[in-house]
């Protein structure tokens, strides 16, 4: 089992930029691929980014490439989305995902979710 817990979320203006952040306990974080998805109302859940278990390589939905950055820390049980250049369109629930051993883009593949975190974006 491995516990997730999103932060950070928040509401800002479109331009602007908010750190999200992931919290893991439970078993052996770094034995876990981890993403992040988020779902807008009315709209299915999307993939936006993934990062391995050693953080040597991420995977990007086209819509966030070049704004959003994903990395993780094994150290402290983490997994971050900085994301910059916020558009009205990113405004969704965040969730943060784990799957063991690998990374995907596909959500069914994740076998553990955090609660969500919302982020709004004014324009």
């Known amino acids: 089992q491995v516990q997730l817990v999103e932060s950070g979320g928040g509401l800002v203006q479109a331009g602007g930029s908010l750190r999200l952040s992931c919290a893991a306990s439970?078993?052996?974080?770094?034995?876990?691929?981890m993403a992040w998805f988020r779902q807008a109302p009315g709209k299915e859940r999307e993939f936006v980014a993934a990062v391995s278990r050693t953080g040597g390589s991420t995977l990007y939905a086209e819509s966030v490439k070049d704004r959003f950055t994903i990395s993780r820390d094994n150290a402290k049980n983490t997994v971050a989305l900085q994301m910059n250049s916020l558009k009205p369109e990113d405004t969704a629930v965040y969730y943060c995902a784990a799957q063991y051993y690998s990374i995907s883009v596909k959500g069914p593949e994740y076998g553990y979710w955090g609660q969500g975190t919302q982020v709004t974006v004014s324009s």
């Open positions: 439970g078993r052996t974080f770094s034995s876990f691929g």
